[in-house]
Protein backbone atom coordinates (compact mmCIF):
# COMPACT_ATOMS: atom_id res chain seq x y z
CA UNK A 1 0.00 0.00 0.00
CA UNK A 2 2.93 2.16 -0.78
CA UNK A 3 1.25 3.44 -3.66
CA UNK A 4 -1.68 5.26 -4.58
CA UNK A 5 -1.73 3.67 -7.59
CA UNK A 6 -0.12 -0.19 -8.76
CA UNK A 7 -0.78 -0.62 -12.89
CA UNK A 8 -2.66 -4.03 -12.77
CA UNK A 9 -0.13 -5.76 -15.63
CA UNK A 10 -0.91 -9.73 -16.14
CA UNK A 11 1.01 -12.40 -18.73
CA UNK A 12 -1.55 -11.30 -20.78
CA UNK A 13 -0.57 -7.84 -21.52
CA UNK A 14 2.86 -8.91 -21.81
CA UNK A 15 2.32 -11.65 -24.38
CA UNK A 16 0.41 -9.27 -26.71
CA UNK A 17 3.14 -6.84 -26.18
CA UNK A 18 5.94 -9.48 -26.76
CA UNK A 19 4.61 -10.68 -29.93
CA UNK A 20 3.31 -7.12 -30.96
CA UNK A 21 7.31 -6.45 -30.56
CA UNK A 22 7.98 -9.70 -32.59
CA UNK A 23 6.02 -8.75 -35.28
CA UNK A 24 8.14 -5.32 -36.21
CA UNK A 25 4.08 -3.44 -35.27
CA UNK A 26 5.81 -0.09 -33.54
CA UNK A 27 3.47 1.59 -35.62
CA UNK A 28 -0.61 2.68 -34.65
CA UNK A 29 -1.59 -0.60 -36.52
CA UNK A 30 -3.95 -3.19 -35.98
CA UNK A 31 -4.21 -3.56 -31.80
CA UNK A 32 -5.01 0.21 -31.79
CA UNK A 33 -7.86 -0.42 -34.48
CA UNK A 34 -8.93 -3.57 -32.40
CA UNK A 35 -8.96 -1.21 -29.40
CA UNK A 36 -10.83 1.66 -31.03
CA UNK A 37 -13.26 -0.94 -31.75
CA UNK A 38 -13.96 -2.37 -28.37
CA UNK A 39 -13.42 1.33 -26.45
CA UNK A 40 -16.55 2.34 -29.07
CA UNK A 41 -19.22 -0.28 -28.22
CA UNK A 42 -17.91 0.09 -24.15
CA UNK A 43 -18.71 3.42 -24.67
CA UNK A 44 -21.41 3.14 -26.87
CA UNK A 45 -20.19 5.74 -29.31
CA UNK A 46 -19.95 5.53 -32.99
CA UNK A 47 -16.19 6.64 -33.29
CA UNK A 48 -13.33 5.92 -30.86
CA UNK A 49 -9.83 7.34 -32.15
CA UNK A 50 -6.63 6.84 -30.44
CA UNK A 51 -3.80 9.34 -29.22
CA UNK A 52 -0.60 9.02 -27.83
CA UNK A 53 -2.04 10.41 -24.42
CA UNK A 54 -5.15 12.43 -22.84
CA UNK A 55 -3.76 15.44 -22.94
CA UNK A 56 -3.32 15.36 -27.16
CA UNK A 57 -6.67 13.79 -27.09
CA UNK A 58 -7.94 16.93 -25.88
CA UNK A 59 -5.75 19.21 -27.81
CA UNK A 60 -7.41 17.27 -30.96
CA UNK A 61 -10.51 17.81 -29.49
CA UNK A 62 -10.11 21.98 -29.38
CA UNK A 63 -8.46 21.89 -33.01
CA UNK A 64 -11.39 19.75 -34.38
CA UNK A 65 -14.23 22.58 -32.91
CA UNK A 66 -12.35 25.03 -34.66
CA UNK A 67 -11.43 26.97 -31.41
CA UNK A 68 -10.37 30.68 -32.51
CA UNK A 69 -7.63 32.39 -30.85
CA UNK A 70 -9.30 34.65 -27.91
CA UNK A 71 -12.27 32.57 -27.73
CA UNK A 72 -13.84 31.55 -24.30
CA UNK A 73 -13.98 28.02 -23.12
CA UNK A 74 -15.60 27.41 -19.28
CA UNK A 75 -13.70 25.01 -17.43
CA UNK A 76 -13.42 23.91 -13.51
CA UNK A 77 -9.61 25.08 -12.01
CA UNK A 78 -10.31 21.95 -9.70
CA UNK A 79 -8.74 19.14 -11.99
CA UNK A 80 -5.53 18.35 -13.35
CA UNK A 81 -3.35 21.14 -15.56
CA UNK A 82 -3.74 18.93 -19.09
CA UNK A 83 -7.41 20.24 -18.94
CA UNK A 84 -6.76 23.97 -18.78
CA UNK A 85 -3.58 23.77 -21.05
CA UNK A 86 -5.63 21.89 -23.95
CA UNK A 87 -7.84 25.07 -23.91
CA UNK A 88 -4.63 27.13 -23.94
CA UNK A 89 -2.86 25.61 -27.12
CA UNK A 90 -4.99 26.40 -29.11
CA UNK A 91 -5.53 30.23 -27.96
CA UNK A 92 -8.19 29.67 -25.73
CA UNK A 93 -8.99 31.11 -23.07
CA UNK A 94 -9.53 29.01 -20.13
CA UNK A 95 -12.04 30.61 -17.91
CA UNK A 96 -11.88 29.26 -14.44
CA UNK A 97 -15.53 28.43 -12.89
CA UNK A 98 -16.40 27.13 -9.44
CA UNK A 99 -17.05 23.67 -8.79
CA UNK A 100 -20.22 22.20 -6.64
CA UNK A 101 -19.04 22.03 -2.84
CA UNK A 102 -20.54 18.51 -2.52
CA UNK A 103 -19.69 16.79 -5.94
CA UNK A 104 -16.33 18.96 -6.66
CA UNK A 105 -17.69 18.93 -10.37
CA UNK A 106 -18.23 21.90 -12.34
CA UNK A 107 -21.01 23.95 -11.27
CA UNK A 108 -23.56 24.33 -13.84
CA UNK A 109 -25.19 27.68 -12.27
CA UNK A 110 -21.71 29.07 -11.67
CA UNK A 111 -21.02 28.01 -15.83
CA UNK A 112 -23.63 30.29 -16.21
CA UNK A 113 -22.70 33.58 -14.72
CA UNK A 114 -19.70 33.06 -17.26
CA UNK A 115 -21.33 33.03 -20.09
CA UNK A 116 -20.14 35.59 -22.33
CA UNK A 117 -20.57 36.51 -26.31
CA UNK A 118 -16.59 34.96 -26.59
CA UNK A 119 -17.87 31.89 -25.04
CA UNK A 120 -17.28 29.48 -27.27
CA UNK A 121 -16.86 25.88 -25.31
CA UNK A 122 -17.61 23.94 -22.23
CA UNK A 123 -14.63 21.61 -20.53
CA UNK A 124 -16.62 19.68 -18.18
CA UNK A 125 -14.29 17.37 -16.03
CA UNK A 126 -15.80 14.28 -14.33
CA UNK A 127 -13.28 14.70 -11.61
CA UNK A 128 -12.21 11.52 -9.67
CA UNK A 129 -14.41 9.48 -11.98
CA UNK A 130 -17.48 11.31 -10.66
CA UNK A 131 -20.08 12.25 -13.61
CA UNK A 132 -20.81 16.43 -14.14
CA UNK A 133 -24.36 17.39 -13.72
CA UNK A 134 -24.24 16.71 -17.89
CA UNK A 135 -28.46 16.90 -18.16
CA UNK A 136 -27.96 20.75 -16.97
CA UNK A 137 -24.41 21.34 -18.72
CA UNK A 138 -25.80 20.13 -22.28
CA UNK A 139 -28.69 22.75 -21.77
CA UNK A 140 -26.91 25.67 -21.20
CA UNK A 141 -24.69 24.84 -24.19
CA UNK A 142 -27.83 24.19 -26.44
CA UNK A 143 -29.31 27.93 -25.06
CA UNK A 144 -26.15 29.35 -25.58
CA UNK A 145 -24.92 27.75 -28.80
CA UNK A 146 -21.68 26.04 -26.87
CA UNK A 147 -19.36 23.34 -27.99
CA UNK A 148 -19.34 20.48 -25.19
CA UNK A 149 -16.28 18.79 -24.85
CA UNK A 150 -15.85 16.32 -22.02
CA UNK A 151 -12.71 15.57 -20.02
CA UNK A 152 -13.05 12.10 -19.22
CA UNK A 153 -9.56 11.31 -18.40
CA UNK A 154 -10.09 10.09 -15.15
CA UNK A 155 -13.83 8.22 -15.88
CA UNK A 156 -13.53 5.15 -17.61
CA UNK A 157 -16.55 3.46 -16.42
CA UNK A 158 -18.21 6.48 -15.28
CA UNK A 159 -21.88 6.57 -16.19
CA UNK A 160 -25.27 8.75 -15.79
CA UNK A 161 -28.01 6.78 -15.86
CA UNK A 162 -26.63 4.04 -17.81
CA UNK A 163 -24.75 6.18 -20.70
CA UNK A 164 -21.20 6.52 -20.30
CA UNK A 165 -19.50 9.86 -19.95
CA UNK A 166 -17.89 11.01 -22.98
CA UNK A 167 -20.83 10.61 -24.79
CA UNK A 168 -23.05 13.21 -23.83
CA UNK A 169 -21.36 16.53 -25.11
CA UNK A 170 -19.76 16.62 -29.03
CA UNK A 171 -16.26 14.85 -27.83
CA UNK A 172 -15.13 12.78 -25.27
CA UNK A 173 -11.48 12.47 -24.38
CA UNK A 174 -10.05 9.61 -22.11
CA UNK A 175 -6.57 9.53 -20.78
CA UNK A 176 -4.53 5.90 -20.58
CA UNK A 177 -2.13 7.24 -18.33
CA UNK A 178 -0.16 4.73 -16.16
CA UNK A 179 -2.51 5.75 -12.96
CA UNK A 180 -5.45 5.64 -14.66
CA UNK A 181 -8.61 2.78 -14.21
CA UNK A 182 -7.47 1.07 -17.62
CA UNK A 183 -3.58 1.98 -18.86
CA UNK A 184 -1.45 1.84 -21.79
CA UNK A 185 1.25 3.22 -20.28
CA UNK A 186 1.00 6.68 -21.93
CA UNK A 187 -2.19 6.84 -24.14
CA UNK A 188 -5.26 8.69 -24.87
CA UNK A 189 -8.56 7.65 -26.77
CA UNK A 190 -11.49 10.43 -28.34
CA UNK A 191 -15.15 9.84 -28.89
CA UNK A 192 -17.74 11.42 -30.79
CA UNK A 193 -20.48 10.16 -32.71
CA UNK A 194 -19.99 13.24 -35.05
CA UNK A 195 -18.69 11.80 -38.59
CA UNK A 196 -17.05 15.17 -39.43
CA UNK A 197 -15.51 15.71 -36.39
CA UNK A 198 -14.05 12.34 -36.28
CA UNK A 199 -12.13 12.53 -39.69
CA UNK A 200 -10.64 15.67 -38.46
CA UNK A 201 -9.74 13.96 -35.68
CA UNK A 202 -7.54 11.08 -37.32
CA UNK A 203 -6.64 13.15 -39.61
CA UNK A 204 -4.95 15.94 -37.67
CA UNK A 205 -3.67 13.13 -35.13
CA UNK A 206 -1.52 12.20 -38.47
CA UNK A 207 0.05 14.64 -39.94
CA UNK A 208 -3.41 15.74 -41.86
CA UNK A 209 -3.12 12.71 -43.91
CA UNK A 210 -6.49 11.52 -46.04
CA UNK A 211 -7.97 7.79 -45.51
CA UNK A 212 -5.59 6.77 -47.85
CA UNK A 213 -2.34 7.42 -45.82
CA UNK A 214 0.37 7.87 -47.87
CA UNK A 215 2.51 11.75 -48.41
CA UNK A 216 -0.76 13.38 -49.60
CA UNK A 217 -1.73 15.84 -46.83
CA UNK A 218 -4.85 17.86 -46.69
CA UNK A 219 -3.98 20.31 -42.81
CA UNK A 220 -1.15 21.07 -40.72
CA UNK A 221 -1.34 18.21 -38.21
CA UNK A 222 0.42 16.59 -35.26
CA UNK A 223 1.70 13.15 -34.94
CA UNK A 224 -0.09 12.26 -32.12
CA UNK A 225 -0.46 8.02 -32.69
CA UNK A 226 -0.61 5.26 -30.27
CA UNK A 227 2.42 2.92 -30.54
CA UNK A 228 0.87 0.03 -31.16
CA UNK A 229 2.57 -2.08 -28.41
CA UNK A 230 1.02 0.60 -26.49
CA UNK A 231 -2.23 0.01 -27.57
CA UNK A 232 -1.75 -3.81 -26.68
CA UNK A 233 -1.55 -3.26 -22.86
CA UNK A 234 -4.90 -1.03 -23.58
CA UNK A 235 -6.90 -3.51 -25.26
CA UNK A 236 -5.85 -6.22 -22.62
CA UNK A 237 -6.42 -3.70 -20.15
CA UNK A 238 -10.04 -3.05 -21.01
CA UNK A 239 -10.88 -6.20 -21.58
CA UNK A 240 -10.11 -6.29 -17.81
CA UNK A 241 -11.90 -2.98 -17.00
CA UNK A 242 -14.97 -4.04 -15.82
CA UNK A 243 -13.31 -6.62 -13.07
CA UNK A 244 -11.02 -3.63 -12.17
CA UNK A 245 -13.86 -1.55 -11.96
CA UNK A 246 -15.61 -3.93 -9.20
CA UNK A 247 -12.80 -3.83 -7.44
CA UNK A 248 -12.15 -0.01 -7.21
CA UNK A 249 -15.94 0.06 -6.25
CA UNK A 250 -15.83 -2.44 -3.54
CA UNK A 251 -12.74 -0.75 -2.11
CA UNK A 252 -13.99 2.79 -2.09
CA UNK A 253 -17.58 2.06 -0.70
CA UNK A 254 -16.01 0.19 2.31
CA UNK A 255 -13.68 3.30 2.89
CA UNK A 256 -16.82 5.59 2.16
CA UNK A 257 -18.84 3.42 4.47
CA UNK A 258 -16.16 3.95 7.53
CA UNK A 259 -15.91 7.39 6.71
CA UNK A 260 -19.55 8.75 7.02
CA UNK A 261 -19.02 7.56 10.54
CA UNK A 262 -17.11 10.61 11.48
CA UNK A 263 -18.24 14.17 11.67
CA UNK A 264 -16.02 17.43 10.24
CA UNK A 265 -14.96 14.57 7.34
CA UNK A 266 -16.98 14.91 3.61
CA UNK A 267 -16.80 12.45 0.87
CA UNK A 268 -17.77 13.22 -2.57
CA UNK A 269 -21.33 12.88 -2.99
CA UNK A 270 -22.81 10.65 -5.73
CA UNK A 271 -26.50 11.85 -6.96
CA UNK A 272 -28.64 9.42 -7.34
CA UNK A 273 -28.37 7.67 -11.11
CA UNK A 274 -24.38 8.35 -11.21
CA UNK A 275 -21.97 5.54 -11.67
CA UNK A 276 -18.63 6.75 -9.77
CA UNK A 277 -15.43 5.09 -11.43
CA UNK A 278 -13.53 5.30 -8.32
CA UNK A 279 -10.38 6.87 -9.90
CA UNK A 280 -9.44 8.47 -7.17
CA UNK A 281 -11.24 8.29 -3.48
CA UNK A 282 -9.68 11.81 -1.44
CA UNK A 283 -12.47 12.76 1.25
CA UNK A 284 -12.24 16.61 2.41
CA UNK A 285 -11.28 17.21 6.36
CA UNK A 286 -13.07 20.76 7.78
CA UNK A 287 -9.68 22.82 8.22
CA UNK A 288 -10.44 23.99 11.68
CA UNK A 289 -10.72 20.53 12.57
CA UNK A 290 -8.15 18.63 11.47
CA UNK A 291 -4.82 19.77 9.24
CA UNK A 292 -4.84 17.90 6.24
CA UNK A 293 -0.67 17.52 6.29
CA UNK A 294 -0.96 15.72 9.60
CA UNK A 295 -3.23 13.57 8.57
CA UNK A 296 -1.73 12.67 5.48
CA UNK A 297 1.68 12.50 7.67
CA UNK A 298 -0.27 9.60 10.40
CA UNK A 299 -1.00 7.77 7.09
CA UNK A 300 2.32 7.25 6.02
CA UNK A 301 3.73 6.85 9.20
CA UNK A 302 1.48 3.72 8.83
CA UNK A 303 2.57 2.56 5.19
CA UNK A 304 -0.34 4.00 3.78
CA UNK A 305 0.23 5.96 1.06
CA UNK A 306 -1.92 9.71 0.68
CA UNK A 307 -1.31 13.07 -0.82
CA UNK A 308 -3.48 16.47 -1.75
CA UNK A 309 -4.00 15.53 -5.75
CA UNK A 310 -4.52 19.03 -6.55
CA UNK A 311 -3.55 21.40 -3.76
CA UNK A 312 -3.45 24.30 -6.46
CA UNK A 313 -6.55 24.56 -8.49
CA UNK A 314 -5.28 25.89 -11.84
CA UNK A 315 -5.93 29.59 -11.17
CA UNK A 316 -3.59 29.29 -8.29
CA UNK A 317 -0.58 27.40 -10.61
CA UNK A 318 2.50 29.41 -11.66
CA UNK A 319 1.71 28.52 -15.49
CA UNK A 320 -1.12 30.68 -15.20
CA UNK A 321 -0.03 33.44 -12.53
CA UNK A 322 3.40 34.16 -13.86
CA UNK A 323 3.97 31.48 -17.05
CA UNK A 324 1.90 33.44 -19.57
CA UNK A 325 4.32 36.15 -19.90
CA UNK A 326 6.39 33.69 -22.09
CA UNK A 327 3.33 31.64 -23.82
CA UNK A 328 3.33 32.94 -27.74
CA UNK A 329 -0.48 33.18 -28.04
CA UNK A 330 -0.17 35.96 -24.76
CA UNK A 331 1.04 38.18 -27.92
CA UNK A 332 -2.60 37.99 -29.74
CA UNK A 333 -4.83 37.16 -26.36
CA UNK A 334 -5.50 39.13 -23.84
CA UNK A 335 -5.51 36.66 -20.53
CA UNK A 336 -7.48 37.35 -17.65
CA UNK A 337 -5.59 38.83 -14.44
CA UNK A 338 -5.99 35.35 -12.87
CA UNK A 339 -5.09 36.41 -9.70
CA UNK A 340 -7.81 38.43 -9.21
CA UNK A 341 -9.60 35.12 -9.63
CA UNK A 342 -11.55 33.70 -6.54
CA UNK A 343 -12.58 30.30 -6.09
CA UNK A 344 -13.79 29.60 -2.37
CA UNK A 345 -15.24 26.08 -2.76
CA UNK A 346 -12.16 24.86 -5.08
CA UNK A 347 -9.76 26.50 -2.97
CA UNK A 348 -10.90 24.86 0.51
CA UNK A 349 -11.43 21.53 -1.35
CA UNK A 350 -7.65 21.95 -3.08
CA UNK A 351 -6.21 23.14 0.05
CA UNK A 352 -8.10 20.17 2.64
CA UNK A 353 -8.71 16.93 0.86
CA UNK A 354 -6.29 13.55 0.64
CA UNK A 355 -6.49 10.34 -1.07
CA UNK A 356 -6.55 7.22 -0.04
CA UNK A 357 -5.47 4.30 -2.18
CA UNK A 358 -8.39 2.02 -3.82
CA UNK A 359 -7.23 0.77 -6.93
CA UNK A 360 -8.26 -2.96 -7.66
CA UNK A 361 -4.21 -3.84 -6.34
CA UNK A 362 -5.78 -2.99 -2.75
CA UNK A 363 -7.03 -6.35 -0.99
CA UNK A 364 -8.99 -6.63 1.69
CA UNK A 365 -7.10 -7.01 4.34
CA UNK A 366 -4.86 -3.59 3.56
CA UNK A 367 -8.66 -2.18 3.07
CA UNK A 368 -8.99 -2.73 6.97
CA UNK A 369 -5.79 -2.07 7.79
CA UNK A 370 -6.52 1.77 6.26
CA UNK A 371 -10.22 1.68 8.04
CA UNK A 372 -8.53 0.79 10.78
CA UNK A 373 -5.82 3.62 10.69
CA UNK A 374 -9.32 6.36 9.73
CA UNK A 375 -10.82 4.99 13.08
CA UNK A 376 -7.40 6.03 15.11
CA UNK A 377 -7.22 9.11 13.41
CA UNK A 378 -11.15 11.01 13.29
CA UNK A 379 -12.92 8.29 15.19
C1 LIG B 1 -8.51 15.34 -15.73
C2 LIG B 1 -7.36 15.00 -16.62
N1 LIG B 1 -7.26 15.62 -17.81
C3 LIG B 1 -6.26 15.34 -18.66
C4 LIG B 1 -5.30 14.41 -18.35
C5 LIG B 1 -4.17 14.20 -19.29
O1 LIG B 1 -3.98 12.88 -19.68
P1 LIG B 1 -2.51 12.35 -20.03
O2 LIG B 1 -1.72 12.31 -18.78
O3 LIG B 1 -2.78 10.99 -20.60
O4 LIG B 1 -1.95 13.27 -21.04
C6 LIG B 1 -5.37 13.72 -17.13
C7 LIG B 1 -4.45 12.65 -16.76
O5 LIG B 1 -3.39 12.67 -16.34
C8 LIG B 1 -6.41 14.04 -16.25
O6 LIG B 1 -6.51 13.44 -15.06
Not at 68 to 96: D, H, K, Q
Not at 118 to 139: E, R
Not at 148 to 173: K, L, N, S, W
Not at 343 to 371: A, D, K
Request: with cysteine; glycine share 8%.
Amino acid sequence: MKYIAQPQISEEEISLVSSTIRNGQFVEGKNARALEKEFAEFVGAKHAICAVNGTAALHLAMEAVNISPGAEIITPAFTFIASANSIAFVGGIPIFTEINPETYTIDAESIKNQITPQTKAILPVHIFGLPCDMKSINDLAEDNDLVVIEDACQAHGARIDGQHVGTFGEIGCFSFYATKNMISGEGGMIVTDNDDLAERMISLKNHGRGPSGGYEHHRIGYNMRLPDPLAAIGLIQLRKLPPMLEKRKRNAEEIRRTLSNFNHIEIQKIPKGYTHSHYVCAPVVDADKFSVDNVIQQLKNRNIASRRIYALGCHKQPTYLQGLKEWRWSQFVKYPDYSKVSLPNTERISENHFEIPIHPGVTPSEIELIQNALEEIFG
